[in-house]
């Protein structure tokens, strides 16, 4: 199928009259998933440190390893929204490549702050946002979408502190989506498991590497044959936030170009000299 020609399918306005927090929303998969919540009507509150340059919605300045700045955001999606139906947990950091034994404490420390306990915290009080405005009559069930990643379902030598935060992420989303079945919450809980994604969070290998060999060497990696734009993994944030998805909770998504499916002959990078 020719994607520019028929584009996605989905329905006009099928967001409209719901609210939607994407933390990490001023750049990449958050960005672009912010751009699609809104298309699809929703009123989408972006949730970062950094301000976006040419972003959609409202921007609120917000701290996912603090609580704090949960419960001033919540507060303020309320009073301003009036409701909250949507939770993206996007927000997240890499930590460098390092191994059980060159990671300092440190490093680790701060990985599992924001990309562990920051998805933590985003779950607990949208759970809390969703419950006191009750399913909002256009929709079915309050979605929580955690961004997790391949590394959250195999394991590498390497970038020990981000595996192991993103390997949280995914049993946490299924905890919190068993749970929020069990007291009958009306909420459903997934995570997403992008492969390798064209934003800024390459920039660093790009300027060791180049762009252009980095990147051949990257979509060679994937069985489609390219990385993701960060545009597909949001389509799958959008199917997973909207009713579309209504029977699918604690799933993983693996939106991988085929990574985690099987083994395939991988060639060694080899850098330009």
Not at 173 to 196: F, M, T, W
Not at 229 to 239: D, M, Y
């Amino acid at each position: 199928m020719n994607a520019a020609r028929y584009g996605p399918v989905r329905m006009s306005g099928e967001l409209s009259g719901q609210v939607a927090i994407v933390t990490g929303g001023a750049s990449g998969i958050g960005a672009a998933t912010a751009a699609l919540l809104a298309e699809a009507g929703a009123a989408v509150v972006v949730a970062d440190l950094n301000a976006a340059k040419d972003g959609v919605g409202r921007f609120v300045q917000h701290d996912v390893t603090n609580e704090h700045s949960w419960q001033a955001l919540l507060a303020d999606v309320l009073k301003g929204e009036g409701r909250l139906d949507i939770m993206v947990n996007n927000a997240g950091i890499t930590g460098g490549a390092g191994n059980v034994e060159s990671t300092d404490v440190a490093t680790w420390q701060r990985v599992q702050a924001v990309n562990s306990e920051g998805v933590f915290l985003g779950c607990k009080y949208a759970i809390q946002g969703m419950k006191r405005t009750g399913p909002n009559k256009a929709r079915s069930k309050g979605s929580i979408v955690n961004l997790s990643s391949v590394a959250g379902l195999q394991a590498g030598a390497g970038a020990i502190a981000y595996t192991a935060s993103k390997g949280a992420v995914r049993l946490l989303s299924k905890s919190v989506a068993l749970y929020c079945a069990e007291q009958k919450y009306d909420i459903r809980g997934n995570s997403v498991h992008p492969g390798g994604v064209d934003t800024p969070i390459f920039d660093p290998l790009w300027q060791m590497v180049g762009r252009e060999p980095g990147k051949a060497f990257l979509d060679a990696r994937h069985p489609i044959g390219h990385m993701a734009a960060p545009t597909e993994i949001g389509e799958v944030i959008l199917w997973l936030a909207s009713d579309r998805s209504g029977f699918v909770t604690g799933a993983e998504i693996a939106a991988d170009g085929g990574l985690t499916t099987g083994l395939m002959r991988r060639q060694p990078f080899v850098a330009p000299r």
